[in-house]
Nanobody, 124 residues
Framework: VQLVESGGGLVQPGGSLRLSCAAS????????IGWFRQSAGREREGVAC????????YITDSMKGRFTISGDNAKKTIDLQMSSLKPEDTAVYYC??????????????????WGQGTQITVSS
């Protein structure tokens, strides 16, 4: 699976940003794509996951209310809309194929492919 991310950049605290991920090369009809992030000195953490078979979306509990994920099954694209961004949201964000959701977080245990990553910096 190939994943191409777009979006990211510098945003002020309280601002909004959208990330997009376009996927290709799935070998199965059912798939999932999600977002993970990693900031300096911290472990990678799950952000969100989209499942194409039923259209269900999941956001890691700590990010609910600020982040939303949406997907287009036909185009095999997903978007992550982030609002009310905080400096602690600064991280490299990765698109990933094969995410799962185990409450309270998206998990990468079964991720098979990763995007190249895109930097988001929240700073004034």
């Amino acid at each position: 699976v190939q994943l191409v991310e777009s979006g990211g950049g510098l945003v002020q605290p309280g601002g909004s940003l959208r990330l997009s991920c376009a996927a290709s090369g799935f070998a199965t009809v059912d798939w999932s794509i999600g977002w993970f992030r990693q900031s300096a000195g911290r472990e990678r953490e799950g952000v969100a996951c989209f499942f194409n078979d039923d259209g269900k979306t999941y956001i890691t509990d700590s990010m609910k209310g600020r982040f939303t994920i949406s997907g287009d099954n036909a185009k095999k694209t997903i978007d992550l809309q982030m609002s009310s961004l905080k400096p602690e949201d600064t991280a490299v964000y990765y698109c990933a194929a094969g995410c799962e959701y185990i409450k309270p977080s998206a998990v990468d245990t079964w991720v098979s492919s990763w995007g190249q990553g895109t930097q988001i910096t929240v700073s004034s």
